[in-house]
């Protein structure tokens, strides 16, 4: 396969997988940590309704989603691209940042969680992902 083809190849299918991990996570995190009574977090108008009331552990599922859709994403790209694995990965980060600093604009977060949120999430997850890829790739080879 083309080289610029897989590279390409490797952001998109990471960018969805990483989407996916994040999606499934914010689905099952209701069932792990239950939401408030009577607060509706399933519309975006209801989270911005009620989220003065939230207290740090109804953040831990949404910090979780970002991280680890982050990881599996960025992971994916380094497993399949041809060429720049590492600058592929930081693509994919790169991408999921955008979507996290667009989830603070849209639904404004306490500053302490959207620091945390926007430092760790993204970049430092997907050079977690770079790195544990060449450490798999490595022992795969």
């Not at 599922?61 to 041809?82: D, Q, R, S």
């Amino acid at each position: 396969m083309n080289p610029i083809i897989k590279n390409i190849l490797a952001v998109v299918v990471g960018a969805i997988v990483g989407g996916v991990v994040n999606m499934g996570i914010i689905i099952v995190s209701p069932h792990i940590i239950p939401p408030l009574v009577g607060v509706d977090i399933t519309t975006e108008a209801g989270l911005k309704t009620a989220m003065h009331l939230f207290t740090p552990i109804n953040f831990i599922m949404p910090f979780l989603a970002h991280a680890f859709g982050t990881l599996v994403g960025a992971f994916i790209a380094y497993l399949i691209a041809a060429s720049h694995k590492m600058k592929l990965a930081l693509v994919v980060g790169f991408l999921f940042l955008i979507g996290g600093a667009t989830d603070v604009y849209l639904l404004p977060s306490p500053i302490w969680f959207t620091v945390l949120d926007l430092i760790v999430a993204y970049i430092p997850m997907a050079l977690t992902a770079g790195k544990l890829a060449a450490t798999v790739r490595g022992k795969l080879n």
